[in-house]
């Protein structure tokens, strides 16, 4: 009735729960609508049903139905609204900028429940020159010297255990990185609950061991030994703290009453291991109103603003589909870096907690400032931003067996504008006086995209690139994501690493976007299989075979989803 609500619905129990929501409970009848696939075959139909309910009550109400049943939510809030967001404003998320004002987000993490230092305000041009000039002298190393010469590994992490009961995309993408880095990351889930990332690989369930083929999970988790362990059972558990007791880092992103439920608190983990850093997840934090609620990167997306942002002018707030949760394990990964060389200084462990919507909100900070500094309340407006006119997506000529083949292209200032107008010959539309500024380009944007629609429709793609390029102007191929690995930069870059898995075979796994020295391949392991590593890892906590066979026996551990 009042705004845009947005659910994520990523298991059968969300999803019945969502239809006892909207009061169609009789759908539940149709196998169909349960899949992901039925409901995008018949989104106009499906569209229809939720909005029979949703336009009939406002965000408030319907907010707090779905949190009651557990069910991903939030409000799609602008740069405006998220400001009055009653979370947000509760765990003091926004603060003022020292220099400006305006409202900005705090850093996306809490070490003991402390924040890194607060903002301080911007130096004024060549404040500091004469205090600089007084100072002595700073040694610096010798020109030449490589900084890695003494390196006695490697790898930085070389020697940190990190034990990962983590799930999704998050919390893999932030042990991953650790993972990079050399750390020995044993990836924790049960057969009873699997990672629901590796549900994905439903759209393969035809096939054997489907539940190995989920593309997302074997990316993010490269370079791992993968345990079963059911927490929900006390051997689970004991085994758990036990590797708990041997390890460096425990991070978890369960939502928070779950692993307090197991007993896997920071109090309880100090008392295992008082040097262990314990990294938790949550969605929304270990505070405030919504600390019990659960939501995925889609429901960041959609309280951040970065939905509100995303799409046309015309139509709905769109959602991204997932870059919230790298973005969070990055974050954290960051914050435990930051940990590991404070427990340096302390020799005790500490606690980390990284909130996805706060790494969210950082990743959508220009929305909250421009309303906070000017008022201006920044909205959706499809391909195009601010800096450029023209910038859109054109479609070219059609490739082989009709593919679409599309042209990315950004003017950003006249010099660019002014070689795009004799690249098309000056023809007698882009001579109209208003064109000759970035303001009148913007308002007249809609009689360029038309020109400029037509002119790439006549032309193959490579060619109008080519063309573009030549002349100074900012333009590419917009690339299909299933060849992506093929582009020529990536290539020359050894950016795809591969890698040979049991399962899914030789393909092409994304680095890190940085190299190291010392480092001449980050992808070295593959994602392992469910409890690949069981043997290995229980025999190092002093198990023997026969207690390792009694606990396949009681299904504490196990290679594959319980029930399949």
Not at 231 to 252: H, N, R, T
Not at 270 to 276: G, S, V
Not at 346 to 366: D, P
Request: one cysteine or more; glycine letters at 10%.
């Amino acid at each position: 009735l009042d705004g845009w609500v947005g659910f994520n619905t990523n298991s059968y129990q969300q999803f019945s729960d969502f239809l006892l929501l909207i009061g169609r409970q009789d759908l539940l009848a149709e196998p169909e609508w349960a899949q992901i696939g039925g409901r995008m075959a018949r989104m106009d139909e499906w569209n229809a049903i939720v909005r029979a309910f949703t336009t009939q009550h406002t965000t408030a109400e319907i907010v707090e139905r779905a949190s009651l049943l557990r069910i991903p939510v939030a409000p799609v809030c602008s740069g405006k609204t998220v400001l009055d967001h009653v979370h947000l404003k509760e765990r003091g998320v926004f603060v003022k900028n020292p220099t400006g004002g305006f409202l900005q987000p705090r850093a996306p993490y809490l070490l003991d429940g402390q924040g890194p230092r607060p903002f301080e305000p911007v130096p004024r041009l060549g404040e500091h020159t004469e205090a600089l000039k007084q100072s002595p002298a700073r040694k610096r190393a010798k020109p030449g010297l490589v900084p890695v010469a003494k390196a006695k590994t490697a790898v930085p992490l070389a020697g940190v255990r990190v034990l990962d009961t983590t799930a999704w995309w998050a919390g893999p993408s932030t042990c991953q990185m650790l993972a990079y880095l050399g750390a020995d990351v044993i990836k924790v889930e049960a057969i009873q609950r699997p990672d629901g990332m590796r549900m994905a690989g439903g759209i393969f369930g035809t096939e054997g061991q489907w539940w190995e083929k989920s593309a997302i999970t074997l990316a993010a988790n490269t370079n791992k030994r993968g345990l079963t362990l059911n927490l929900a059972d006390p051997k689970g558990l004991a085994l758990c703290k036990k590797l708990i007791a041997e390890s460096d880092v425990f991070i978890e992103n369960f939502s928070p009453r779950v692993v307090e439920g197991f007993g896997l608190d920071w109090s309880s983990v100090q008392k295992i291991n008082p040097r262990t850093i314990l990294v938790r997840m949550p969605a929304f934090g270990l505070s405030g109103p919504w600390r019990d609620n659960v939501g995925f990167a889609q429901t960041m997306e959609q309280i951040s603003g970065l939905a509100w942002i995303t799409g046309h002018a015309y139509d709905q707030p769109r959602i991204q589909r997932g870059p919230c949760d790298p973005l969070a394990g990055m974050h954290a990964a960051f914050a435990t870096l930051v940990a590991l060389a404070e427990r340096e200084k302390t020799g005790m462990g500490h606690l980390l907690e990284c909130s996805m919507v706060e790494g969210a909100l950082n990743a959508a900070a220009e929305m909250s400032i421009e309303w906070s500094a000017y008022g201006v309340e920044l909205s959706r407006d499809g391909n195009r931003g601010p800096e450029g006119a023209p910038q859109n997506l054109y479609a070219c000529r059609t490739g082989e067996q009709g593919k679409e083949r599309w042209l990315a292209l950004a003017v950003t200032d006249d010099a660019q504008w002014n070689s795009l107008k004799a690249l098309l010959g000056h023809p007698a539309w882009a001579e109209d006086a208003e064109l000759a500024t970035h303001a009148g380009r913007r308002r007249k944007h809609e009689v360029i995209d038309e020109a400029l629609s037509r002119w790439a429709a006549d032309h193959e793609l490579d060619a109008a690139v080519e063309k573009l390029v030549s002349q100074g102007i900012p333009a590419a191929a917009v690339w299909d994501a299933r060849i992506q690995s093929r582009h020529p930069q990536f290539m020359a870059r050894g950016f795809y690493e591969p890698l040979d898995h049991p399962v899914v075979g030789t393909h092409g796994y994304a680095r890190p976007p940085f190299r190291f020295a010392t480092i001449e391949r980050w992808n070295r392991t593959p994602c392992p299989t469910m409890g690949q590593h069981n043997h290995e890892i229980l025999r190092d906590l002093g198990l023997t075979a026969d207690e390792i066979s009694a606990l396949e026996h009681d299904e504490i551990i196990g290679t594959r989803p319980k029930g399949l």
